[in-house]
T-cell receptor, first 113, second 110 residues
Framework: ETGVTQTPRHLVMGMTNKKSLKCEQHLGHNAMYWYKQSAKKPLELMFVYSLEERVENNSVPSRFSPECPNSSHLFLHLHTLQPEDSALYLCASSWRGSNYGYTFGSGTRLTVV | GEDVEQSLFLSVREGDSSVINCTYTDSSSTYLYWYKQEPGAGLQLLTY?????DMKQDQRLTVLLNKKDKHLSLRIADTQTGDSAIYFC??????????FGAGTRLTVKP
């Protein structure tokens, strides 16, 4: 149990579907993050939420839409994705501003067909 | 661009030492990190080093930091098959967000 839970673990979706990824943390952290992990590429930071406000959006296409309803939950809403969006999507949480590391979930393996 | 760079693959024999290298970009980074990712799992923080240190040892793990060259390394002594995983180097950027490398896949052969 890492303290950060992501669901589902695996997701296959068509390019016209709409789906959502969910992340939950009960560590009392005040920041949550979405990262995209593709083979042989650095982890790409997608979105940062601090105290439930989005503080960063690193030029992510609008087909990815994050939502942070409270400090424990983070969603990534997906619609009209492309095959190149297939990747492992990782959620993490931390105390923003501290030098402690992040706590990661196990990720959602997304395949777009 | 500003990337954290690592070689992608490393293969060692069980019992040997492994050395995973990383170069980072931000000379003002105060902390540098090593994470481990096992198959089917997220990243797990292994260790970190404060930038005013040259070395940190934690059981079989030794982290070496060369600030002048912006070079970080992770040495695993007496490498075991259970150490097979992907190892990520990371630094905090100017926005205080974690910036990662692409990861080094360590394979340990019996």
């Amino acid at each position: 149990e890492t303290g950060v839970t992501q669901t589902p673990r695996h997701l296959v979706m068509g390019m016209t579907n709409k789906k959502s990824l969910k992340c939950e943390q009960h560590l009392g952290h005040n920041a949550m993050y979405w990262y995209k992990q593709s083979a042989k590429k650095p982890l790409e930071l997608m979105f940062v939420y601090s105290l439930e406000e989005r503080v960063e959006n690193n030029s992510v296409p609008s087909r990815f839409s994050p939502e942070c309803p409270n400090s424990s939950h983070l969603f990534l809403h997906l619609h009209t994705l492309q095959p190149e969006d297939s990747a492992l999507y990782l959620c993490a949480s931390s105390w923003r501003g501290s030098n402690y590391g992040y706590t990661f979930g196990s990720g959602t393996r997304l395949t777009v067909v | 661009g500003e990337d954290v760079e690592q070689s992608l693959f490393l293969s060692v024999r069980e019992g040997d030492s492994s050395v995973i290298n990383c170069t980072y970009t931000d000379s003002s980074s105060t902390y540098l990190y090593w994470y481990k990712q096992e198959p089917g799992a997220g990243l797990q923080l292994l260790t970190y080093i404060f930038s005013n240190m040259d070395m940190k040892q934690d059981q079989r793990l030794t982290v070496l930091l060369n600030k002048k060259d912006k070079h970080l390394s992770l040495r695993i002594a007496d490498t075991q098959t259970g150490d097979s995983a992907i190892y990520f180097c990371a630094e905090k950027d100017n926005n205080n967000d974690m910036r990662f490398g692409a990861g080094t896949r360590l394979t340990v052969k019996p």
